[in-house]
């Protein structure tokens, strides 16, 4: 199974679109979040992608397929972390799951872009927090912390920070 990363160019922006819809439907049963009267989620900070040079869209393929997507930025909820680094929407297919490509995908960004890493999983969603405690765990060799109770703009849940910029 060859697993790929690659950044999401301009005139791709509205397959990732697409794709953020899908994610934010899914993600709906933890936000409450409703769709727009057009029938759209929307995603408040899509072309910032394309405007900020801190701020990465990526598409997974999985032998050459779309398989999700990954949308790094440099925000923090921890305002003193440097050279920033945050996870803020990761997204794969529910045909790929369960295969290790989501470990696969999350351990390719986190050696592309170094940093201190904030990576939040809302309160309820349970898969989440299970999912990247572990992978993050594995990639760091358990040199991470777990910040609970994160209430912060709209954001109710832990955040898991590390920093592989060493």
């Known amino acids: 199974m060859n697993v790929t990363i690659s950044e999401v ?3 791709r922006k509205e397959v990732l679109a697409r794709l953020i819809e899908m994610y934010e439907h899914e993600l709906s049963e933890y936000t409450q979040d409703d769709v727009d009267s057009e029938g ?3 995603y408040t900070y899509f072309d910032s992608y394309w405007k900020e040079k801190k701020r990465f869209p990526y598409f997974i393929k999985v032998n050459n397929q779309l398989a999700g997507f ?3 930025c ?3 909820y921890i305002k003193q972390l440097s050279n920033k680094r945050m996870m803020a ?3 794969v297919m529910k045909k790929y799951r369960r295969l290790g490509i989501g470990k696969k995908v999350a351990f390719m960004v986190f050696d592309l872009l170094k940093g201190s890493w904030e990576i939040g999983q809302l309160t309820d969603n349970r898969v989440s927090k299970i999912f990247w405690e572990k992978i993050i765990k594995e990639y760091t060799n358990d040199n991470y912390r777990k910040i609970l109770n994160v ?3 709209g954001f109710i849940g832990q955040l898991i920070v590390f920093n592989n910029d060493i």
Request: no cysteine; proline share 6%; glycine share 6%.
């Open 9 to 11: 160019p301009y005139e």
């Open 40 to 42: 759209q989620y929307g």
């Open 70 to 72: 990954i949308l790094v």
């Open 74 to 76: 440099d925000y923090s």
């Open 89 to 91: 929407e990761f997204f």
């Open 151 to 153: 209430n912060e703009e």
